[in-house]
Each structure stands twice: as structure tokens, then as C-alpha cells.
Nanobody, 129 residues
Framework: QVRLTESGGGSVQTGGSLRLSCTPS????????FGWFRQRSGSEREVAAI???????YYHDSVEGRFTLSRDGAAGTMYLQMNKLMPEDTAMYYC???????????????????????WGQGTQVTVSS
């Protein structure tokens, strides 16, 4: 059974930074595709950053240049470093993963590509102005 556990959310002021962590159980990052979704109030979940099975990293336009997705292979943990945070980054952030054979070629296609996604329980990020 796959379980993804996020941590690191919290409240910061505009311009601040946070680092989210995701620790898997029953899954190994690097053997599939993985990343982070977010859901802002009143909106659908959207891709924030995805590491594809081909080794590319996709970032949503709104976070490009400010967020960095990384993975510690030895620790088995995935991170999302978020810098220059803005109020519009306020959202619940979810760690996601798929097995390799269910990975889309492009991170932007994740939501519409068939196959099962594993989800974490989410961690709240709140950015105040």
C-alpha cells in the first residue's frame, strides 16, 4: 500500500520561503513520476511541479523560477522549495506519485492522463500580505 506523507507547511509573509517534504511508504521516488499539486480556495487542484519519468521537471507558469522540486535519493524524500512566496500561493499542497508505466510524457498532462495517482493528505501553506 502506497502512502505519501507531507510536512513543512505553515504561514509566512509575502516574500518568505518554505520547504515542503514528502516521505513515501510503499513507493520509491525515482521509480516513477512524482511531484506536487496544489488547490487554492475555490479552485480545482492544479499541478505545481512534476518530475517526469523521463527526468524532466515541469513547473506551472505561476511558480517557475520561484519553486524548486528536488529529491534526496538516499533519504527517499522529495522536497518542494518555495521562495518569494506570494498570497496567491496560498493553498493546500499535495504530494503525488505514479508508477512509471502510468506516467505521462509531460507534467502538464498529469491531470488528464489515464491511470491512478497516489495522493498525500496535504499540507496547508498560507502567505499573508
Amino acid at each position: 500500500q502506497v502512502r505519501l506523507t507531507e510536512s513543512g507547511g505553515g504561514s509566512v509573509q509575502t516574500g518568505g520561503s518554505l520547504r515542503l517534504s514528502c516521505t513515501p511508504s510503499g513507493y520509491v521516488f525515482g521509480r516513477g513520476c512524482f511531484g506536487w499539486f496544489r488547490q487554492r480556495s475555490g479552485s480545482e487542484r492544479e499541478v505545481a511541479a512534476i518530475y517526469t519519468a523521463a527526468g524532466d521537471t515541469y513547473y506551472h507558469d505561476s511558480v517557475e523560477g520561484r519553486f524548486t522540486l528536488s529529491r534526496d535519493g538516499a533519504a527517499g524524500t522529495m522536497y518542494l522549495q518555495m521562495n518569494k512566496l506570494m498570497p496567491e500561493d496560498t493553498a493546500m499542497y499535495y504530494c503525488v506519485a505514479r508508477y512509471r508505466y502510468r506516467c505521462p510524457a509531460y507534467g502538464a498532462a498529469w491531470s488528464t492522463y489515464p491511470g491512478n495517482t497516489f495522493w498525500g493528505q496535504g499540507t496547508q501553506v498560507t502567505v499573508s500580505s
